[in-house]
């Protein structure tokens, strides 16, 4: 599975954005876990949010829980990632993520087999 992260940019606080992650050859999304990461300057790759493929269950992270929201168009074979009233401290490298494994979210990612390129997103007035 190849995937292609893309809609990263610099937005000012409060803002909204939209990352697209788009998956070719191999599995398609509703047999695979899908999830985003983020990792920012200094500091380790985390989970922000995944979507199990197991039972459909979603996980979000409790920084963004209630602002971000992770979505799929199976059609498209592409996963989204909605990014409401940012933050600062929102800030990083956003990467996109697969899996067959469903739980994704509470692996360490090291663990994790297929990855997006990764696309900079910076919240900054």
């Known amino acids: 599975v190849q995937l292609q992260a893309s809609g990263g940019g610099l937005v000012h606080p409060g803002s909204s954005l939209r990352l697209s992650c788009a998956a070719s050859?191999?599995?398609?999304?509703?047999?695979?876990?899908i999830g985003w990461f983020r990792q920012a300057p200094g500091k380790e790759r985390e989970a922000v949010t995944c979507?199990?493929?197991?039972?459909?269950?979603?996980y979000y992270a409790d920084s963004v829980n209630g602002r971000f929201t992770i979505s799929r168009d199976n059609a498209k074979n592409t996963f989204y990632l909605q990014m409401n009233s940012l933050k600062p401290e929102d800030t990083a490298v956003y990467f996109c993520?697969?899996?067959?494994?469903?739980?994704?979210?509470?692996?360490?990612?090291?663990?994790?087999?297929?990855w997006g390129q990764g696309t900079l997103v910076t919240v900054s007035s």
């Open positions: 979507i199990s493929n197991s039972d459909g269950t979603t």
């Open positions: 050859s191999g599995f398609t999304l509703d047999e695979l876990a």
């Open positions: 993520a697969a899996d067959t494994y469903s739980k994704i979210c509470t692996i360490d990612p090291a663990r994790i087999t297929w």
